[in-house]
């Protein structure tokens, strides 16, 4: 189960992604302009934000391995369907589409997690999640390069969203084998929601959440056209550049989770472990697209995606967890949901501001430091910010 969930993930952000891959032949046949293209990056979490919630309160009391399934089936829709938009109001809508078919996917994967994973293992499943959030855009941009090259961009999302849709197959065969459930988590009713949006730590989690979104997300979408639009290169060459960034991610992610398990197994505080990668990766992330916006000469920007990449593993890994240890496992659909969604501010807001920066100032650098500068907050949150980390009390 945990495997198709990663691979859930992966063609999740591979869909996700596929709008910056095909953004460099997009955008000149759409005619949008940078702040055009950063509203339809957006439109994408005006929905995917705030439908978090309500999905992860339904993933705590129906079925969650359906709902995850018809969340699937919707977001493969829309991403087929964007090979044939005409303008920006269609692509706007279809990216809204994408956001509420998508917004099942963490909130749903956490609950299956919490439900299913013994602790001393989560952090190997959560990192198989985030190996999944990592080889989604990396295998995106590869693919997605290909098929820009030969066949355009229109055929990137056709391809794509076919390919989600055959995921339904092994799902539903892998949750029929799945046993039933009789014990006190199934049949309890999960805490009011007044009392769970009365958790502070909720509040700053998903505010933590937001800071190291910002910048993943920042990468992950502005970073094909980036290369190619500031730094000259040709699609081969960002698809490289872009498949190394997140290919380390992904190893980063595998082995951060594997570490912390191990950490933990030993009878380190599962909290402290968490918290303490979650903050390493900030850190190394605002060095990493710094060094990017800076960087001298071809060589230096690899050098620099790289650290990026690494620290960009880590996070997710740990950010989840945290929602995961908070929540226990009869809260892990509703936390994470809100976690998510408060979170999803940075999507929200986040593409809109990249591409005014670049249309004000010609020029991604000040983009890049902004990006930094919030990966930095975030650090900070995650540091001095959050309550000791332990289930809370009625979860």
């Not at 189960?1 to 990663?6: I, N, S, W």
């Not at 990137?156 to 092994?170: D, N």
């Not at 009392?195 to 505010?207: N, R």
């Not at 929540?327 to 509703?334: E, I």
Request: hydrophobic share 55%; with cysteine.
């Amino acid at each position: 189960m945990v495997a198709l969930l990663g691979l859930a993930v992966l063609l999740n952000y591979i869909d996700r992604g596929a709008i910056g891959v095909a953004a460099p032949l997009m955008k000149s046949d759409l005619h949008l302009s940078a702040t055009q293209f950063g509203i339809a990056v957006s439109a994408f979490f005006l929905i995917y934000g705030p439908a978090q919630p309500l999905v992860g309160w339904l993933a705590d009391r129906v079925s969650v391995y359906h709902l995850y399934a018809a969340g699937v089936a919707v977001w493969a829709a829309s991403t087929l369907f964007t090979g044939f938009v005409g303008g920006l109001a269609g692509l706007v809508v279809l990216r809204m589409v994408l956001g509420l078919g998508e917004s099942c996917a963490f909130s749903g994967s956490s609950k299956m997690i919490a439900r299913h994973v013994p602790p001393g293992r989560r952090g190997l499943a959560n990192a198989v999640l985030a190996t999944g959030i990592a080889l989604g855009p990396a295998v995106g941009t590869l693919a997605g390069g290909a098929i820009l090259g030969g066949w355009g961009w229109r055929t990137i999302f056709i391809v794509f969203g076919a390919c989600t849709l055959l995921w339904l197959g092994p799902w539903f065969w892998a949750v029929r084998a799945l046993p039933q459930r009789h014990d006190a988590e199934a049949i309890s009713p999960p805490m009011p929601y007044r009392q769970l949006l009365a958790q502070k730590a909720l509040w700053l989690l998903g505010l933590s959440n937001a800071a190291a979104n910002y910048c993943m997300f920042f990468v992950v979408v502005w970073l094909p056209l980036y290369l190619t639009a500031s730094r000259g290169f040709s699609i081969a060459t960002m698809s490289v550049f872009a498949t190394a960034t997140f290919g380390v991610q992904a190893l980063s992610s595998l082995c951060a989770g594997q570490v912390s398990d191990h950490l933990i197994k030993r009878g380190a505080d599962q909290g402290t472990v968490l918290r303490r990668f979650a903050v390493g990766g900030q850190i190394g992330m605002t060095i990493g697209v710094l060094g990017v916006a800076f960087a001298a000469s071809p060589t230096a920007v690899l050098v620099w995606l790289l650290l990026t990449g690494t620290a960009m593993g880590i996070g997710p890994t740990m950010v989840l967890g945290l929602g995961q240890v908070y929540a226990g496992p009869r809260l892990a659909g509703s936390w994470i949901g809100w976690q998510t969604g408060i979170a999803s501010i940075s999507g929200m807001i986040g593409p809109i501001v990249t591409g005014m920066i670049v249309d004000a100032t010609g020029s991604y650098v000040g983009a890049f430091v902004f990006a930094a500068g919030v990966s930095a907050v975030g650090a900070l949150l995650f540091q001095f910010a959050l309550p000791p980390v332990r289930q809370i009390e009625g979860a």
